[in-house]
Protein backbone atom coordinates (compact mmCIF):
# COMPACT_ATOMS: atom_id res chain seq x y z
CA UNK A 1 0.00 0.00 0.00
CA UNK A 2 1.23 3.12 -1.00
CA UNK A 3 1.39 5.62 1.43
CA UNK A 4 -1.92 7.71 1.80
CA UNK A 5 -2.57 11.47 0.94
CA UNK A 6 -2.91 14.22 3.31
CA UNK A 7 -6.52 13.68 3.67
CA UNK A 8 -6.95 10.14 3.94
CA UNK A 9 -3.95 10.53 6.84
CA UNK A 10 -5.95 13.16 8.62
CA UNK A 11 -8.97 11.20 8.49
CA UNK A 12 -7.18 8.23 9.55
CA UNK A 13 -5.64 10.03 12.69
CA UNK A 14 -9.10 11.45 13.97
CA UNK A 15 -10.74 8.08 13.56
CA UNK A 16 -8.26 6.44 15.71
CA UNK A 17 -8.18 8.47 18.12
CA UNK A 18 -12.06 8.96 18.28
CA UNK A 19 -12.12 5.28 18.72
CA UNK A 20 -9.80 5.76 21.52
CA UNK A 21 -12.02 8.03 23.67
CA UNK A 22 -15.87 8.44 24.19
CA UNK A 23 -16.19 11.64 26.41
CA UNK A 24 -20.24 10.47 27.07
CA UNK A 25 -21.40 8.31 28.97
CA UNK A 26 -24.88 6.84 29.27
CA UNK A 27 -26.25 9.52 31.66
CA UNK A 28 -24.89 11.91 29.50
CA UNK A 29 -26.84 11.38 26.25
CA UNK A 30 -29.72 13.84 25.88
CA UNK A 31 -33.54 11.10 26.47
CA UNK A 32 -36.35 10.99 24.26
CA UNK A 33 -38.66 13.84 24.65
CA UNK A 34 -42.34 13.93 22.34
CA UNK A 35 -42.83 12.97 19.16
CA UNK A 36 -41.84 13.95 15.63
CA UNK A 37 -42.98 17.75 14.78
CA UNK A 38 -42.70 19.35 11.42
CA UNK A 39 -39.97 21.39 10.28
CA UNK A 40 -37.71 19.96 13.84
CA UNK A 41 -34.31 18.74 13.96
CA UNK A 42 -31.01 19.36 11.86
CA UNK A 43 -30.54 20.48 8.33
CA UNK A 44 -28.33 18.57 6.28
CA UNK A 45 -25.60 21.35 5.68
CA UNK A 46 -24.48 19.38 2.44
CA UNK A 47 -27.70 19.80 0.73
CA UNK A 48 -27.51 16.35 -0.28
CA UNK A 49 -30.17 13.63 1.02
CA UNK A 50 -30.05 12.47 4.63
CA UNK A 51 -30.87 8.70 5.89
CA UNK A 52 -31.50 7.54 9.52
CA UNK A 53 -29.48 4.68 10.38
CA UNK A 54 -29.45 2.72 13.66
CA UNK A 55 -26.31 2.59 15.50
CA UNK A 56 -25.33 1.33 18.96
CA UNK A 57 -26.07 3.79 21.80
CA UNK A 58 -22.59 3.61 22.95
CA UNK A 59 -21.07 4.97 19.66
CA UNK A 60 -23.18 8.26 19.49
CA UNK A 61 -20.59 10.27 20.95
CA UNK A 62 -17.84 9.00 18.60
CA UNK A 63 -20.35 8.93 15.46
CA UNK A 64 -21.78 12.89 16.29
CA UNK A 65 -18.03 13.75 17.07
CA UNK A 66 -16.90 12.41 13.60
CA UNK A 67 -19.43 13.97 11.64
CA UNK A 68 -19.05 17.57 13.27
CA UNK A 69 -14.98 17.47 12.69
CA UNK A 70 -14.01 14.87 9.81
CA UNK A 71 -14.53 15.36 6.09
CA UNK A 72 -14.71 11.96 4.45
CA UNK A 73 -11.88 11.28 1.43
CA UNK A 74 -12.62 9.53 -1.10
CA UNK A 75 -11.91 6.22 -2.33
CA UNK A 76 -9.59 5.17 0.25
CA UNK A 77 -11.78 4.46 3.28
CA UNK A 78 -14.72 2.70 3.25
CA UNK A 79 -17.53 2.93 6.17
CA UNK A 80 -18.34 -0.31 7.25
CA UNK A 81 -22.49 -0.67 7.42
CA UNK A 82 -23.73 -3.59 9.51
CA UNK A 83 -26.50 -5.57 7.27
CA UNK A 84 -27.48 -8.70 6.72
CA UNK A 85 -27.58 -10.49 3.53
CA UNK A 86 -27.37 -14.11 3.79
CA UNK A 87 -25.33 -15.44 0.75
CA UNK A 88 -25.81 -19.10 -0.29
CA UNK A 89 -22.70 -21.25 0.64
CA UNK A 90 -22.25 -24.80 -1.03
CA UNK A 91 -20.82 -27.75 1.20
CA UNK A 92 -18.33 -28.95 -1.42
CA UNK A 93 -15.03 -27.51 -2.33
CA UNK A 94 -14.51 -26.49 -5.55
CA UNK A 95 -11.11 -27.57 -6.86
CA UNK A 96 -9.00 -25.12 -9.15
CA UNK A 97 -7.50 -28.28 -11.02
CA UNK A 98 -9.30 -30.82 -12.77
CA UNK A 99 -13.40 -30.32 -12.38
CA UNK A 100 -14.96 -32.40 -9.98
CA UNK A 101 -17.59 -35.01 -10.75
CA UNK A 102 -19.55 -34.18 -7.68
CA UNK A 103 -22.24 -31.31 -8.11
CA UNK A 104 -21.99 -29.06 -5.58
CA UNK A 105 -24.89 -28.14 -3.00
CA UNK A 106 -26.13 -25.30 -0.68
CA UNK A 107 -25.69 -26.94 2.82
CA UNK A 108 -25.65 -23.33 4.63
CA UNK A 109 -25.95 -19.81 4.43
CA UNK A 110 -23.11 -17.08 4.73
CA UNK A 111 -23.24 -13.47 6.10
CA UNK A 112 -19.91 -11.54 5.23
CA UNK A 113 -20.42 -9.44 8.22
CA UNK A 114 -20.23 -12.40 10.60
CA UNK A 115 -17.03 -13.96 8.59
CA UNK A 116 -15.03 -11.00 8.11
CA UNK A 117 -15.41 -8.98 11.63
CA UNK A 118 -14.97 -10.10 14.61
CA UNK A 119 -15.09 -7.02 16.67
CA UNK A 120 -16.79 -4.15 14.75
CA UNK A 121 -15.95 -1.70 17.03
CA UNK A 122 -12.35 -1.80 16.47
CA UNK A 123 -12.89 -2.98 12.12
CA UNK A 124 -12.65 -0.70 9.41
CA UNK A 125 -12.19 -1.28 5.80
CA UNK A 126 -9.12 0.59 3.73
CA UNK A 127 -8.11 0.54 0.17
CA UNK A 128 -4.63 -0.12 -0.85
CA UNK A 129 -2.87 2.68 -2.92
CA UNK A 130 -0.06 1.02 -4.50
CA UNK A 131 1.75 -2.41 -4.81
CA UNK A 132 4.33 -2.90 -2.00
CA UNK A 133 2.68 -5.86 -1.21
CA UNK A 134 1.79 -7.42 -4.64
CA UNK A 135 3.33 -10.66 -3.59
CA UNK A 136 1.20 -11.32 -0.58
CA UNK A 137 -1.60 -11.01 -2.58
CA UNK A 138 -2.47 -7.07 -2.06
CA UNK A 139 -2.84 -4.77 -5.26
CA UNK A 140 -3.69 -1.41 -5.50
CA UNK A 141 -7.41 -0.75 -5.00
CA UNK A 142 -7.92 -4.23 -2.94
CA UNK A 143 -10.17 -4.04 -0.21
CA UNK A 144 -8.13 -4.66 3.00
CA UNK A 145 -10.65 -5.51 6.98
CA UNK A 146 -7.88 -4.02 9.77
CA UNK A 147 -8.74 -5.34 13.03
CA UNK A 148 -7.40 -2.65 15.28
CA UNK A 149 -8.46 -5.05 18.79
CA UNK A 150 -5.70 -8.11 17.29
CA UNK A 151 -2.52 -8.46 19.29
CA UNK A 152 -0.16 -8.12 16.04
CA UNK A 153 2.85 -11.19 15.91
CA UNK A 154 5.28 -12.28 13.50
CA UNK A 155 4.29 -12.82 10.22
CA UNK A 156 1.05 -10.72 10.20
CA UNK A 157 0.54 -8.01 7.52
CA UNK A 158 -0.04 -4.79 9.70
CA UNK A 159 -0.88 -1.08 8.81
CA UNK A 160 0.88 1.45 10.96
CA UNK A 161 2.06 4.74 11.93
CA UNK A 162 5.31 5.24 10.58
CA UNK A 163 6.44 8.66 11.39
CA UNK A 164 2.74 10.26 10.78
CA UNK A 165 2.77 7.96 7.12
CA UNK A 166 0.03 5.27 7.43
CA UNK A 167 1.38 1.99 5.10
CA UNK A 168 0.82 -1.35 4.86
CA UNK A 169 4.08 -3.83 5.38
CA UNK A 170 4.81 -7.41 7.05
CA UNK A 171 5.64 -7.31 10.20
CA UNK A 172 9.15 -9.34 11.45
CA UNK A 173 9.75 -10.02 15.23
CA UNK A 174 12.97 -11.80 15.06
CA UNK A 175 14.16 -12.60 18.56
CA UNK A 176 17.06 -9.90 19.46
CA UNK A 177 16.49 -7.33 17.06
CA UNK A 178 13.75 -4.84 16.85
CA UNK A 179 10.94 -4.70 15.28
CA UNK A 180 10.74 -4.80 11.08
CA UNK A 181 8.13 -3.94 8.37
CA UNK A 182 9.01 -5.31 4.95
CA UNK A 183 7.59 -5.17 2.28
CA UNK A 184 6.97 -8.00 -0.35
CA UNK A 185 7.37 -7.20 -4.08
CA UNK A 186 10.35 -8.25 -6.17
CA UNK A 187 10.24 -5.38 -7.99
CA UNK A 188 12.66 -3.95 -5.46
CA UNK A 189 10.99 -0.51 -5.75
CA UNK A 190 9.53 -0.68 -1.86
CA UNK A 191 12.14 -0.43 0.74
CA UNK A 192 11.56 -2.26 4.23
CA UNK A 193 11.50 -0.37 7.15
CA UNK A 194 14.34 -1.45 9.40
CA UNK A 195 13.67 1.50 12.45
CA UNK A 196 16.71 2.88 14.15
CA UNK A 197 16.61 4.04 17.90
CA UNK A 198 15.45 7.38 16.73
CA UNK A 199 12.51 6.41 14.60
CA UNK A 200 8.76 6.37 16.87
CA UNK A 201 6.41 3.85 14.74
CA UNK A 202 3.46 1.86 16.23
CA UNK A 203 1.20 -0.91 14.54
CA UNK A 204 -2.85 0.18 14.21
CA UNK A 205 -3.68 -2.87 13.16
CA UNK A 206 -4.39 -6.52 11.72
CA UNK A 207 -4.93 -7.18 8.14
CA UNK A 208 -7.51 -9.53 8.65
CA UNK A 209 -8.86 -10.36 5.19
CA UNK A 210 -8.63 -9.11 2.05
CA UNK A 211 -11.07 -8.27 -1.29
CA UNK A 212 -9.87 -8.16 -4.67
CA UNK A 213 -11.60 -7.70 -7.70
CA UNK A 214 -10.43 -10.63 -9.86
CA UNK A 215 -11.96 -9.56 -13.05
CA UNK A 216 -8.94 -7.35 -13.88
CA UNK A 217 -10.56 -4.53 -15.11
CA UNK A 218 -14.14 -5.71 -16.97
Partial sequence: MGN???NELQFFGKMISL???TTKTMSEIPKKRGGRRDGAGRKSKSGEATAVKRIPVSLIPTVDAMIASTTLPQGSLIPINRTTI????????????????AEPY???????NEYLITNPSATFAARSGGYSMLDAGIGKDDIMIIDRSKTPKH????????????????LYKVPGRKPELHSENASGEYPDFIPDDSDTWTVVGVVTFVIKDVRQGS
Fill in 86 to 101: KVPYALEKIPAGFPSP
Fill in 4 to 6: LNP
Fill in 106 to 112: VADYLDF
Fill in 155 to 170: GDIVMADVGNEFTIKR
Fill in 19 to 21: QNQ
